[in-house]
Nanobody, 118 residues
Framework: QVQFVESGGGSAQPGGSLRLSCAAS????????MAWYRQAPGKEREWVAT????????NYADSAKGRFTISRDNDKNTVSLQMNNLNPAATGVYFC???????????WGQGTHVTVSS
């Protein structure tokens, strides 16, 4: 059974940092492209960042470029998102998933909540 357990969310002030983590199980993690998504209040889920199997050529949404860093640990089956210089637009629930040909293929986990406010 595929499972994603996201953690690390919380409250932060603008300019602050948070580090999110996702523990994945039930599929071949090391062979999968992994991604983070965000669902802001009242909006649809949107893509934030992607890390390929070999942890190179990472890709970011424009809103994340220069401030967020995605990484993975294939030994621990985890994918992380380091978020720096946070702004209120980063508020939302963050989810991870695996991608095949650019689309998510597994059921979503519960996500982890991030709130950025002063």
């Amino acid at each position: 059974q595929v499972q994603f357990v996201e953690s690390g969310g919380g409250s932060a002030q603008p300019g602050g940092s948070l580090r999110l983590s996702c523990a994945a199980s039930g599929f071949s993690f090391s062979r999968s492209v992994m991604a983070w998504y965000r669902q802001a209040p009242g909006k649809e889920r949107e893509w934030v960042a992607t890390v390929p199997k070999t942890d190179d050529k990472r890709n970011y949404a424009d809103s994340a470029k220069g401030r967020f860093t995605i990484s993975r640990d294939n030994d621990k089956n985890t994918v992380s998102l380091q978020m720096n210089n946070l702004n209120p637009a980063a508020t939302g629930v963050y989810f991870c998933n695996a991608l095949v040909l650019g689309s998510t293929i597994y059921p979503w986990g519960q996500g982890t909540h991030v709130t950025v406010s002063s």
